[in-house]
């Protein structure tokens, strides 16, 4: 079995430009296709936006923190309902429904209602220091989320060093972005109050996102194309049964 991590040599293409050109066609819309999976497109982005809106639109007319917090709270299991009746994926809106009950548990103990958005305030700050260290350490943490959805595993960590410096390249812009995010919303939370930490909160939530996915768009669409160990574990299977047909037959 061929190893996952083994160098290979790179061969150069004789293909004539038009080819070129559809190849990076295709390539630009497999990558695409495998980052709205990842990150889950519109719908998923909605889905961490609406609870959050949710509960600083309640707080702000009638700053009730216990029905802000119930009203997130149903909104986010929903919003999974929605998703299991339509046999969807409810991996996005599980992660919603987690970040929600953290954040409903933390204000309802301090009876603070600031403290709704420290659990996921901590969880950027957490996710941004590991884009960072990750790829400081060789295994920027980019890859390790698309590499099983571009069907690559870790195969690029040493067969495709074009395709793991565009990783790094997006871990990197992934960690600043959030840890710039972190640089606004900490001092807010403890100078500002819930409304205003609320709605900044929500301002910051999808641009800095579309950013950082528009950059590993860009970083990926032009780094050499995944290598499909799937396929070639099935390659190896099929040419292992071939070899044993001959030798039965023989």
């Not at 990750?134 to 590499?147: A, D, F, Y």
């Not at 800095?208 to 860009?218: C, E, G, K, M, S």
Request: net charge neutral; aromatic share 10%.
């Amino acid at each position: 079995m061929t190893s996952l991590d083994k160098p290979t040599e790179a061969t150069e293409s004789t293909a004539d430009p038009a080819g070129a050109a559809s190849g990076e066609h295709d390539s630009r819309a497999v990558t695409e296709a495998a980052l709205f999976e990842a990150f889950g497109g519109i719908r998923g982005t909605a889905e961490t936006v609406l609870p959050g809106l949710l509960f600083v639109t309640i707080y702000t007319v009638n700053k009730d923190l216990h029905l802000s917090a119930i009203a997130a709270l149903a909104v986010s299991l929903l919003l999974v309902v929605v998703r299991l009746a339509m046999k969807d994926t409810v991996k996005h809106a599980f992660s919603g429904v987690f970040g929600v009950a953290f954040g409903v548990v933390f204000a309802m103990m301090t009876g603070n209602a600031k403290d709704f958005y420290l659990p996921g305030m901590l969880y950027t700050l957490g996710l941004g220091l590991a884009y960072i260290v990750t790829t400081l350490c060789g295994v920027p943490l980019i890859g390790l989320i698309l590499g099983p959805v571009f069907k690559e595993n870790l195969s690029w960590r040493t067969r495709n060093p074009g395709r793991k410096k565009a990783y790094a390249k997006a871990s990197y812009a992934w960690g600043l972005i959030l840890l710039a995010k972190c640089a606004v919303l900490f001092p807010l939370y403890w100078w500002a109050d819930t409304t205003q930490l609320g709605w900044v909160l929500v301002a910051l939530k999808i641009p800095p996102f579309l950013l950082a996915v528009w950059l590993t768009w860009v970083f990926l669409a032009k780094a050499p194309a995944p290598i499909d160990v799937f396929a070639e574990l099935e390659a190896e299977e099929k040419a292992r049964e071939a070899a044993a047909r001959s030798t039965s037959a023989e």
